[in-house]
């Protein structure tokens, strides 16, 4: 029984990581625009939302602005990934938290995903400096209020 229970956790860990022994997401960023489809974006939207409610991961969009960064934070406050923790962070304004349902997460990374590649003329300089992205990170990783 106790070699059955070891090979159910090996199994479960092989499936959690991939070949080079990294857990899925871990490389996983996106820059802003990323010129991909939208159906592709809506499935790595979903694979993303599966991975914050399955792993102690946060999904991390930062944007910059004329103003200085936007980052927004979502993490899942529950096991069944029904509710999520955003935590957004402006730099004129400081951190804000609430807590958002799933379809609001999933419809908001859709939009910020599938932004324009063409910002105003007044945001060009600052986002051409930095790379707006969205990546999947350890919650210890992100940075918090």
Same mark, same amino acid.
């Given at each position: 029984?106790?070699?059955?229970?070891?090979?159910?956790?090996?199994?479960?860990?092989?499936?959690?990581?991939?070949?080079?022994?990294?857990?899925?997401?871990?490389?996983?960023? =996106?820059?802003?625009?990323?010129?991909?489809? !939208?159906?592709?974006?809506?499935?790595?939207?979903?694979?993303?939302?599966?991975?914050?409610?399955?792993?102690?991961?946060?999904?991390? =969009?930062?944007?910059?602005?004329?103003?200085?960064?936007?980052?927004?934070?979502?993490?899942?406050?529950?096991?069944?990934?029904?509710?999520?923790?955003?935590? !957004?962070?402006?730099? @004129?304004?400081?951190?804000?938290?609430?807590?958002?349902? @799933?379809?609001?997460?999933?419809?908001?990374?859709?939009?910020?995903?599938? @932004?324009?590649?063409?910002?105003?003329?007044?945001? @060009?300089?600052?986002?051409?400096?930095?790379?707006?992205?969205?990546?999947?990170?350890? =919650?210890?990783?992100?940075?918090?209020?």
């Amino acid at each position: 029984m106790a070699s059955e229970r070891t090979t159910q956790t090996q199994t479960v860990q092989q499936a959690a990581t991939n070949s080079d022994g990294e857990a899925p997401w871990a490389n996983l960023e =996106v820059t802003i625009p990323s010129g991909r489809d !939208h159906a592709s974006l809506v499935a790595l939207v979903e694979c993303a939302l599966v991975e914050l409610t399955h792993e102690h991961v946060g999904a991390v =969009v930062v944007a910059q602005q004329v103003w200085g960064t936007k980052r927004t934070q979502y993490v899942a406050v529950d096991d069944v990934g029904q509710q999520f923790q955003k935590r !957004h962070f402006d730099s @004129r304004l400081g951190w804000n938290e609430t807590t958002v349902p @799933r379809k609001i997460v999933r419809d908001e990374l859709i939009i910020q995903l599938t @932004r324009s590649a063409s910002p105003p003329a007044e945001a @060009r300089e600052a986002a051409d400096s930095e790379t707006n992205t969205f990546s999947v990170k350890p =919650v210890r990783e992100l940075q918090t209020p």
